[in-house]
């Protein structure tokens, strides 16, 4: 589903974290993908779609995630990707739509659970879970939270 590189036995995912190594038990992010987290976050403000993936087995954020966006084409019935992308250090995923891609539709958000458990060397149940919604308002603002075990998930419209 989404392609990563790997360096030193870390997941690079894209240029968003830059892997150092583990520091007492945490990992540690070079300055490089610190930057460039903090210049992803700043992508929020504009964005009328956000997500934000907690990690519930460790009380952290996911960072690293991959998913996906796509909306329903009608009449095909299709899905269209429209973007893939990566959580931050926050588990976020700003600028996922810009005001001018929102329209009234069915929007799916896929995240790569499977690849996440995977890469932290921890056994999981869902392989992917996808969160379909609707949208009917263009000006509204949707935020998609997700919280993440190996074992169950969990998601609602925030605010």
Not at 86 to 99: A, K, M, S, V
Not at 112 to 132: A, C, I, L, M, N
């Amino acid at each position: 589903m989404c392609q990563r590189h790997q360096t030193a036995g870390f997941s690079d995912t894209k240029g968003l974290l830059k892997l150092k190594g583990l520091h007492k038990g945490k990992r540690v992010v070079s300055r490089q993908g610190q930057k460039r987290a903090q210049a992803g976050n700043m992508a929020t403000e504009s964005s009328p779609l956000t997500t934000h993936v907690l990690d519930t087995a460790s009380g952290l954020p996911a960072q690293g995630l991959c998913l996906r966006l796509c909306r329903l084409e009608a009449p095909s019935q299709q899905w269209m990707e429209l973007r893939t992308s990566y959580t931050n250090l926050d588990g976020r995923c700003p600028g996922l739509l810009t005001q001018s891609q929102m329209k009234p539709g069915t929007y799916k958000l896929s995240f790569d659970t499977e690849r996440y458990w995977k890469e932290r060397g921890q056994e999981s149940f869902y392989p992917y879970v996808e969160v379909v919604f609707t949208i009917t308002k263009e000006t509204q603002k949707f935020h998609v939270p997700l919280l993440l075990s190996p074992w169950s998930y969990t998601t609602y419209r925030g605010s």
